[in-house]
């Protein structure tokens, strides 16, 4: 039904700068919140940013003013991430969460690899 699809994954110095993007193919409602999430070896998934159809967004305490999230259109959010830090190291995932009648549905992409080493 949703079918969500990451692009940007690196290998970064500490310091660097990416850009993950994510588009979403299938049925798309207006009212799609969409963002990502993050897992790292041996920890729990964890938000990095969401973005609403409207354009508010909420962000992990570990990434304020360092990343930034948008939305071009209900199809595609993206993540500029500076300043990276070893510690951002994880598989990074694309959810789009869709409510009906109060309850949530999340989507899921596969996940793009970000490193940061040196």
């Known amino acids: 039904q949703v079918r969500l699809v990451e692009s940007g994954g690196d290998l970064v110095q500490p310091g660097g700068s990416l850009r993950l993007s994510c588009a979403a193919s299938g049925v798309i409602v207006s009212g799609d919140t969409m963002g990502w999430y993050r897992q790292a070896p041996g920890k729990q998934r964890e938000l990095v940013a969401t973005?609403?159809?409207?354009?508010?967004t909420d962000y992990g305490d570990s990434v304020q003013g360092r990343f930034t999230i948008s939305r071009d259109n209900v199809r595609k959010v993206y993540l500029q991430m500076n300043g990276l830090k070893p510690e951002d190291t994880a598989t990074y995932y694309c959810?789009?969460?869709?409510?009906?009648?109060?309850?949530?549905?999340?989507?899921w992409g596969q996940g793009t690899q970000v490193t940061v080493s040196s």
């Open positions: 959810i789009l969460r869709r409510w009906t009648m109060g309850r949530s549905s999340d989507y």
């Open positions: 973005i609403t159809s409207g354009g508010s």
